[in-house]
């Protein structure tokens, strides 16, 4: 696998639009710390791209599977490009209205560039080394968080936001370069040609019942829903500790111990499921999800704020590579484009409805309650799909003995 030059370019590549993403995540942060007092106004503003990408998805998802992988990355690439003029815009006029133009654009450009990305990989890589280049994949998305995150903070104090913006700018244009240099074989596959499925006809509702028939890949689609109940609303709780704790510092740790630990769960997963099935890896780290939000009650200290983001970065670290494993190997590739932008469809409806609720609930009844409620929630969801895997498998060994 490391003898391949597209594996390099998609690693390295990453790394470098990930520096440029979360420099104008943090960026953003902090343009709405200044001009936005509501959390629950917050989340509005940035629900606002999160709709904008699921509008566009169903589209998003057809032209990935008619046009060339690498043409639909670089078309995005430019745009995600393009789009941060918009930003820069915002902070000339102190206008949040441009950023919300910014946030739209941003996020269209990332509905094409996400499912080209994720269906790209099967195409570069052999199957047996999906797990691996899964997990790397995601570490080096990680890793470029965290030097991301820190090198924002750092730059923050020393110069402008808007040159945080310009340098998020070079970022983005050096993936466009990139881009340029992978070589991604496109042939049809055995299993279209044996269909008879012609690609500029395909409807991206075709996508639906090979879902439906394909009850493993159902069940991990569903369970990828839970850790989004942390997701969706991480940036919020980061800014509501920060001030629960009266601490601009605690940010820096935070992230930094929860990207380290989704390394070392990503690092590690390999290993693990050389012992274990899938499914228990991601059934037994969904509840560890749901342990680390209950940990967040005691988010008025350091130690334990640091520790839940830390356990919980592990166990993500653990269930995003397997569940993309399973949904790269398990749906037909000529579905791969429409696949995943349903599921970057589904992440963003339910990142946006998390998103909007999580802004409602700091308002309401503060980060320790709505910590509580939600790791309750996750627990819950986590036995609810238990039971269910249980009787889907129960009845599948039914099947077979008869």
Not at 111 to 122: S, T
Request: with cysteine; net charge positive.
């Amino acid at each position: 696998m490391w003898k391949n030059k597209n594996v390099w370019i998609l690693l390295i590549g990453e790394f470098i639009a990930g520096l440029g993403l979360w420099l104008g995540i943090i960026g953003n942060l902090e343009f709405m710390q200044e001009k936005v007092p509501s959390d629950f106004l917050k989340s509005v503003i940035l629900a606002s791209g999160l709709l904008a990408g699921l509008a566009v998805g169903p589209l998003a998802g057809r032209i990935t599977d008619q046009a060339n992988k690498k043409t639909v990355m670089l078309i995005s690439g430019f745009t995600r490009s393009v789009s941060v003029v918009f930003m820069l815009v915002a902070i000339y006029t102190g206008s949040v209205l441009w950023m919300v133009v910014f946030l739209v654009s941003i996020q269209v450009s990332a509905a094409f560039y996400f499912p080209a990305l994720q269906a790209a990989i099967p195409m570069v890589v052999k199957e047996k080394e999906l797990l691996q280049m899964n997990g790397v994949h995601m570490n080096v998305a990680t890793l470029s968080r965290i030097l991301g995150t820190a090198l924002a903070g750092i730059l923050l104090v020393i110069i402008s936001l808007s040159m945080v913006y310009v340098l998020s700018l070079a970022a983005y244009l050096a993936l466009f370069i990139m881009t340029w240099f992978l070589t991604i074989d496109e042939e049809e596959t055995p299993h279209a040609k044996q269909k008879g499925t012609k690609p500029k006809g395909a409807s991206f509702n075709e996508v639906f019942p090979v879902i439906k028939g394909l009850p493993i890949v159902f069940m991990t689609l569903v369970m990828t829903l839970i850790p989004l109940l942390f997701i969706g609303g991480f940036n919020l709780m980061v800014i509501n500790i920060s001030e629960l704790q009266d601490s601009s510092v605690i940010k820096g740790w935070i992230y930094t111990a929860e990207g380290i630990a989704f390394m070392s769960g990503a690092f590690t997963v390999k290993k693990i499921g050389e012992k274990v099935s899938p499914y228990t890896i991601l059934f037994f780290f969904s509840f560890v999800i749901g342990i680390a939000q209950m940990l967040l009650y005691f988010a008025t200290s350091p130690v334990m704020s640091v520790l839940a983001f830390t356990v919980f970065g592990f166990a993500v670290g653990c269930f995003f590579p397997t569940a993309a494993t399973i949904f790269q190997t398990r749906i037909p590739k000529e579905f791969h484009g429409r696949f995943f932008s349903f599921r970057n469809m589904l992440d963003r409806l339910i990142f946006q409805i998390v998103l909007l609720l999580t802004g409602l609930l700091l308002d309401l009844v503060g980060l320790q309650i709505m910590t509580v409620l939600f790791g309750i929630l996750s627990l819950v969801l986590t036995g609810l799909f238990f039971m269910r895997y249980r009787q889907l498998r129960t009845t599948a060994l039914s099947e077979q003995a008869s």
